[in-house]
């Protein structure tokens, strides 16, 4: 069983930055579709950013340019986001997901980040 556990969260006045870790058990992280998604207090589940295993990167319109997605190509059972020029509205928990070969799913527990103003 594939298991993603997030670290990094906190809390950060705005401006702030925070790096959030995602790693898995196994090495999937290669081969696997990454992603991060963030669920804020009364919200829908949103997609933060994706890095496919060919090197495709995707970022949400919110967070392009301040946000950054990446593999460790030391470890490849790690995923990173680097979250730069922090907003309140950045707020809310965010949880990693790998989807492997287009049909098995793992979800994080996710971890919580919090911005102040």
């Known amino acids: 069983q594939v298991q993603l556990v997030e670290s990094g969260g906190g809390l950060v006045q705005a401006g702030g930055f925070l790096r959030l870790s995602c790693t898995a058990s196994v090495d999937i992280v290669g081969p696997a579709v990454m992603h991060w998604y963030r669920q804020a207090p009364g919200k829908q589940r949103e997609l933060v950013a994706s890095i496919a295993s060919g090197g495709g990167i995707f970022y949400g319109n919110s967070v392009k340019g301040r946000f950054t997605i990446s593999r460790d190509n030391a470890k490849s059972t790690v995923v990173y986001l680097q979250m730069n020029s922090l907003k309140p509205e950045d707020t809310g928990v965010y949880y990693c997901?790998?989807?492997?070969?287009?049909?098995?799913?793992?979800w994080g527990q996710g971890t919580q980040v919090t911005v102040s103003s």
């Open positions: 997901k790998a989807v492997v070969r287009g049909v098995h799913e793992y």
